[in-house]
């Protein structure tokens, strides 16, 4: 059974940073691609990071130059640097795990099959 926890959101100022953490428990296989969705009030769920097995990332045009995603094997944690935030960032954030996603929608929240509760980031003008 996977679980996955995020921690690290808050309410910062535009222009501020945070860092997203999520914990991984239980199996991961080494071929699984994790990721970070949001959603906003009255908005579907959007992509915003991907990371797949090999490290590679994929970003949604909104948030390339300013977030990062990466993942510390070792401590079986993911993360989210978020810099020059934005009061349109503000939404939950969730982070999802999927065995394999299909070659093309890495950012599709329906081809993740585990997912965290969520953590709340604000961002005021």
């Known amino acids: 059974q996977v679980q996955l926890v995020e921690s690290g959101g808050g309410s910062v100022q535009a222009g501020g940073s945070l860092r997203l953490s999520c914990a991984i428990s239980g199996y991961i296989h080494s071929t699984y691609s994790m990721g970070w969705f949001r959603q906003a009030p009255g908005k579907e769920r959007e992509g915003v990071a991907v990371?797949?097995?090999?490290?590679?990332?994929t970003y949604t045009d909104s948030v390339k130059g300013r977030f990062t995603i990466s993942k510390d094997n070792a401590k079986n944690t993911l993360y989210l640097q978020m810099n020059s935030l934005k009061p349109e960032d503000t939404a939950m954030y969730y982070c999802?795990?999927?065995?394999?996603?299909?070659?093309?929608?890495?950012?599709?929240?329906?081809?993740?099959?585990?997912w965290g509760q969520g953590t709340q980031v604000s961002v005021s003008s």
């Open positions: 999802a795990a999927v065995r394999r996603v299909r070659v093309g929608y890495p950012l599709l929240s329906k081809e993740y099959n585990y």
């Open positions: 990371i797949d097995y090999g490290g590679s990332t």
